[in-house]
Every structure is written in structure tokens, then in C-alpha cells.
């Protein structure tokens, strides 16, 4: 069975919009990686008929604070089109009565369960891993020096992973701040140290690059090496 795709193009403001479905209604989806569930204003959940059980109330933490929130099982969302339309079934969602906007929060609830993602120009494609072979498709075959084996753990690794070096790249080649850093392949050695190959855009001046880090997080590089004359080369220490 083939795998299945969704492409997002990016909006002026950073952002993916995906339009999809609910329980069979029709929503604008925000992806947002950092979300940890399908987040739904109060306002969204009354459109789409999803009742709140007063006992379900959980407080979470985000940039701007505290905020409360209900606990929903979402019977089956969904985002794409035609052939290609990714489906999860008993999703765990979230109603916050106080959040704006009209757009549904696509977080790791959804994404994090056998999708798989990447950057490519001015675009995020979402891929359904749940008709492939898991194990040939995962980018951290090896297992994490800390207890992190969960499939939903290493594809949070991964998005930390994927954020940072944006973030890292463009610090470093500041001639080309909007550069998308295509990771190619993550692996982590024994020593537990992360190889991230990622192939950058052209004008970056290296067709490849490799970043050595310790943790998944910006600070945590050490070096990053380019690939040229059939081997790796230093190109910078931290």
C-alpha cells in the first residue's frame, strides 16, 4: 500500500494551515508540533457537537501561562484529500473555553502516532506511516541513552531535532535567513551523541552538512562537518 501524503504550503506568517475533518464536520487545522494534544476552542466544539464532562478539567502550561481545559475522545479525525487523507481514530483532544480563533490546534496526539514529517521548500509534507514498515521508516533506529523508546517520544526528538538545526543553520549562513534545512536522517551513535545529515538549500554553499549533537536542543551542537571530495570535512566547533 502506498504511502500516503498531505502537503501544507506555508503561510506568510510561519505558519500550516490544512483544512480536514472532526468527527465527520469540517475544520481548519493549525499544525502545531508544540501542542502536545487537538486542541478546540470552546466556540469549535460547540459547532461540531462535542460535549464536555465538567469531571475531565485539566490545567496545562503554555507560553502565556496556565490555562484549563477539558479532556475529549475525538472519534476520528482527519486531514487531506482524496487517496490521500490521513485518518486517526480516537484521538485525544482537548476544549479550552477561553482559546480565540477559529482554527483547530493539530498537536502530537494526532501527529504523533505513526506520522511522520519534514520540510521541503515552503512546505510541510505529513506522511501516514500506519500502511509501511515502521521500523524501515524511522530515522532513530537506535535506542536513546535516556528512557525515551516510545514511538511518540522520538518523533518528539525528532521535531526538537528538526527545529533546532532550522535555527542553527541560519544562524550560522545568515545570508539566507528563510534557508528550510532538510534533515535527511538522524541517527545516535553509542556514545549518544546525534548525526543529523541535512541537505540545505544551494545557495547555502554545501550540498551537505552534517551537525554532531549532544542533545537534541540548539545548545547541545558541537561541531558540524560538509560533505565534499567523498568525505566529511570540519567546518565548525562550538
Known sequence: MARKKVVIPRQPSGSYYVNGQIN???????????????????????????????????????AGGK??????????????????????????????????GVHVLLGMSFLGDEID??????????????????????????????????????????IQIQANIQEIGNANFPDDPNSIWNIESIEQQDSGIFLVDTRPVPNVGYQRIRFHLLSPDKDGVIRADYWEFGRWNPLFYS
Open 67 to 100: 490555562i484549563h481545559y477539558f479532556t475529549v475522545n475525538l472519534d476520528k479525525v482527519s486531514v487531506g484529500y482524496g487517496e490521500n487523507t490521513i485518518i486517526r481514530t480516537n484521538v485525544i483532544g482537548g476544549v479550552l473555553p477561553e482559546m480565540e
Open 117 to 158: 514529517f519534514m520540510q521541503d521548500d515552503d512546505t510541510l509534507i505529513i506522511y501516514d506511516d500506519s500502511s509501511t514498515d515502521i521500523a524501515e521508516n524511522s530515522r532513530l533506529e537506535k535506542p536513546l541513552d535516556r528512557p525515551t523508546t516510545s514511538r511518540m517520544d522520538s518523533i518528539k526528538v525528532r
Open 24 to 62: 465527520g464536520k469540517s475544520v481548519s487545522f493549525h499544525v502545531d508540533t508544540g501542542a502536545s494534544i487537538v486542541a478546540i476552542s470552546g466556540d469549535t466544539a460547540r459547532h461540531l457537537g462535542i460535549e464536555v464532562d465538567s469531571e475531565n478539567t485539566r490545567v496545562g502550561q503554555t
